[in-house]
């Protein structure tokens, strides 16, 4: 097949839908389908064959990404002359507009994922207040594709709770073979560079953004450290607009000893920082899925996690790791949420069941194999290429008659 994947965001840009994008489109391609991938522009990214670059409005919104000019007319002429049959769109919005009037036109179907839970980054672009009105043009974008892609049946579940009508089948990010083979020696260099001598050492990895929650986890942690004493490294990986006010809430906490912002770290080297670890700490809630949590796991790594959508499909309690129920929003609660999180870390780190959670870590990133995981995309769109009405679509056709 050849497969339109379309995106408002890719490399250079450091995200988790870039990364999803690359892993589908490199593990369709070892198959032996086309996947041509259409991306915005970003300074200093380096071109690939396979991959279109159109043109963007702004850069350096909200930490890096790119606000994407998706009518550009160099989207449509290239999409014509790869006389594609399916669409793989990636966002419902801006370049999902895109992707929705190229399938109508050329009629070829269009599939949509739903990566990310929007109304928690309206915020970035002054529209909290929208929140309420998302269902209903989700309802009204999604519901025109020929199939949607949701990353966990969470998701899924939530995509039908809004009334989603076009057909939903659950395709998650899936995990390379290189993240279950970490660089022994390299894992150990890194935690000899960065414990320093602390017996434990953990990490985590995202964007350093609001909805990350990332201030949760450094006032769980001084918590810990009031229980436990000074015995521990966190290594904060990841770059983003909050990098600043996480440095004051650093300092506030008195964790500059504990605490390390380590910035961006090649996704290749991830494998490396999680095996040096101990567990991977995992605050946010607003991931539909969390690839970071499998590729830790694939490298044998547990995770202490919030109970949010995403994460409660991948974590078992006892098996991988744990998950902490959040029980409200006021500041007494959160701060009871706080020690909570702070008490079920020393209960880990102070029994004898690290080893059977890090084997059971590894035996749950096993089911999301990259390979197998383009096998269904590839079923789904052969199923979609059907339903829309032909299984080879071509964008010039015979006049009737004619033949």
Not at 281 to 309: D, K, N, Y
Request: proline share 5%; charged share 20%; net charge neutral.
């Amino acid at each position: 097949m050849k497969i339109a994947m379309m995106t408002n965001s890719y490399k250079p840009f450091v995200a988790g839908v870039p990364v999803s994008i690359e892993k589908l489109s490199e593990s369709l391609r070892t198959l032996g389908h086309q996947v041509t991938i259409f991306a915005p522009s970003y300074d200093h990214q380096e071109e690939e064959a396979d991959v279109i670059r159109y043109g963007t409005l702004l850069k350096g919104v909200a930490g890096g990404f790119s606000v994407p000019n998706s009518l550009d007319p160099k989207i449509e002429s290239a999409f014509q002359e790869g006389d594609f049959d399916v669409i793989h769109v990636h966002h419902p919005m801006m370049i999902g507009a895109t992707a929705r009037y190229l399938s109508k036109k050329y009629h070829v179907p269009v599939i949509c994922t739903y990566h990310t839970r929007y109304e928690q980054y309206l915020h970035y672009v002054g529209l909290s207040g929208l929140q309420h009105i998302l269902p209903v043009y989700l309802q009204r974008t999604l519901g025109t594709c020929d199939m949607v892609f949701a990353p966990t049946p969470n998701i899924r579940a939530y995509l039908r709770e809004i009334g989603i009508s076009a057909p939903v089948e659950v395709l998650p990010t899936g995990v390379t073979t290189a993240s279950f083979h970490p660089d022994m020696h390299k894992a150990s260099a890194l935690r000899e560079k960065f414990a320093q001598g602390r017996p434990f050492l953990f990490c985590t990895v995202a964007r350093l953004a609001k909805e990350k929650n990332l201030e949760f986890l450094l006032e769980s942690l001084a918590f810990y450290k009031q229980k436990a004493g000074s015995s521990f490294k966190l290594l904060l990986i990841g770059e983003g607009p909050y990098r600043a006010k996480l440095s004051c809430r650093i300092r506030e906490l008195s964790l500059t000893e504990e605490v390390i912002l380590v910035g961006e770290v090649p996704n290749a080297d991830i494998k490396e920082y999680c095996r040096a670890c101990d567990l991977f700490l995992f605050p946010s809630r607003s991931e539909t899925q969390g690839i970071v949590l499998l590729e830790a796991m694939a490298a044998g790594t547990p995770v202490l996690a919030l109970r949010a959508t995403g994460t409660e499909d991948i974590v078992r309690n006892g098996v991988n790791g744990y998950m902490i129920n959040v029980s409200g929003d006021s500041a007494q609660k959160i701060s009871h949420d706080e020690q909570v999180f702070a008490g079920r870390l020393m209960d880990i780190l102070s029994g004898k069941e690290l080893e059977f959670l890090k084997q059971g870590a590894i035996e749950t990133a096993a089911s999301y194999d990259c390979q197998r995981i383009a096998l269904k995309a590839a079923a789904c769109y052969r199923r979609a290429i059907w339903t829309h009405g032909t299984q080879r679509t071509r964008f010039y056709r015979q006049p009737a008659g004619t033949g």
